[in-house]
């Protein structure tokens, strides 16, 4: 059973940082690419970032690129977003999600996610 769970969520300030943590077990995490996606309040969900398996490609939105950086360790069986500079539109609960395949696809929302950590942007 996949399993995925996120940490990292706080209310911070504009321009402030952030690092989001997800534990992933219940599947060879190294397998697969892993995508982070947001839902902002009102709204629906929105694809962030992607990375490959390996961690060598790595795709993002336009609102987050340059800003937030998806990264992966394989031997922990983590994924990380490092979010910077962050806005009050980037508050959002952020969700980790599984690919069901090796190669990073842009735009796309997986179906397995985990239950989210909230990110609150306000000053």
């Known amino acids: 059973e996949v399993q995925l769970v996120e940490s990292g969520g706080e209310s911070v300030h504009p321009g402030d940082s952030l690092r989001l943590s997800c534990a992933a077990s219940?599947?060879?995490?190294?397998?697969?690419?892993m995508t982070w996606v947001r839902q902002a309040p009102g709204k629906g969900l929105e694809w962030v970032a992607t990375?490959?398996?390996?961690?060598?490609?790595?795709l993002y939105a336009a609102s987050v690129r340059g800003r937030f950086t998806i990264s992966r360790d394989n031997a922990k069986n983590t994924l990380y977003l490092q979010l910077t500079d962050l806005r009050p539109e980037d508050t959002a609960m952020y969700y980790c999600?599984?690919?069901?395949?090796?190669?990073?696809?842009?735009?796309?929302?997986?179906?397995?996610r985990g239950q989210g950590t909230q990110v609150t942007v306000s000053s």
């Open positions: 219940g599947f060879r995490f190294e397998n697969y690419a």
């Open positions: 990375i490959s398996n390996g961690g060598s490609t790595d």
């Open positions: 999600a599984k690919q069901d395949r090796a190669y990073p696809v842009p735009n796309l929302i997986p179906t397995a």
